[in-house]
């Protein structure tokens, strides 16, 4: 089973700023790997696949990078509507299909 | 528009059984692969397994094999889950996720149900 690690467990940041969010996977996952953000009381909802590629509706200030074993989701200019929590998961690998433990990105 | 609804939230007690639903519509239903995704009490999301409708044909994931059965009707577009005997330890949110690669081997999520709260308690 390939274990996904997020860094850090929350981070802190000023609205307007950059938030830079790490995955790391424990063995080589090429590009396969999506990102998810989870808001309070809602369900996940698909922000990044195929490691850089935005979703429908995603806005351009979510952009994503990395692949093999290191990826990271960067969020230019957060918004009060991006203090969420967001999930990387690798699909090269599976079953099953592995989730990091979430990074909370919360208002500075 | 695709949606996925699932049933609403259950509470049980332990050793009894649960069957939970989630009914797809918006999209043909049998060439999209769902997903069960578990989320305990403010922890993560967790890959329970998954069901392709047009034949039934199931993975699960390693850590639910054995604990919970999933299942599908394609009939009526709905994808189950289902528990024989319910322990305090399965309370929890549970997701259902539509594959959005029909045609590939991408495992990415692009529609999720609004989740179905099960809470075990005696």
């Known amino acids: 089973e390939i274990v996904m690690t997020q860094s850090p467990a929350t981070l802190s940041v000023s609205p307007g700023e950059r938030a830079t969010l790490s995955c790391r996977a424990s063995q080589s996952v090429g590009n396969d790997l999506a990102w998810y953000q989870q808001k309070p009381g809602q369900a996940p909802r698909l922000l990044i696949y195929?490691?850089?590629t935005r979703a429908t509706g995603v806005p351009a200030r979510f952009s994503g990078s990395g692949s093999g074993t290191e990826f990271t989701l960067t969020v230019s200019g957060l918004q009060s509507e991006d203090f969420a929590v967001y999930y990387c998961?690798?699909?090269?690998?599976?079953?099953?299909?592995?989730f990091g433990q979430g990074t909370k990105v919360e208002i500075k | 528009e695709v949606q996925l609804v699932q049933s609403g939230a259950e509470v049980k007690k332990p050793g009894e059984s649960l069957t939970i639903s989630c009914k797809g519509s918006g999209y043909s239903f049998t060439k999209h692969w769902i997903s069960w995704v578990r989320q305990m009490p403010g922890k993560g999301l967790e890959w329970m397994g998954r069901?392709?409708?047009?034949?039934?044909?199931?993975n699960y994931s390693p850590s639910f094999q054995g604990h919970v059965t999933i299942s599908a009707d394609k009939s009526i577009s709905t994808v189950y889950l289902q528990w024989r005997s319910l322990k305090a330890s399965d309370t929890a949110m549970y997701y259902c996720?539509?594959?959005?690669?029909?045609?590939?081997?991408?495992?990415?999520?692009?529609?999720w149900g609004q989740g179905t709260l099960v809470t075990v308690s005696s």
């Open positions: 996720a539509r594959r959005a690669d029909n045609s590939g081997l991408g495992g990415w999520s692009d529609t």
């Open positions: 998961q690798q699909y090269h690998n599976w079953p099953p299909w592995t």
């Open positions: 195929g490691a850089s």
């Open positions: 069901i392709d409708p047009s034949d039934s044909y199931i």
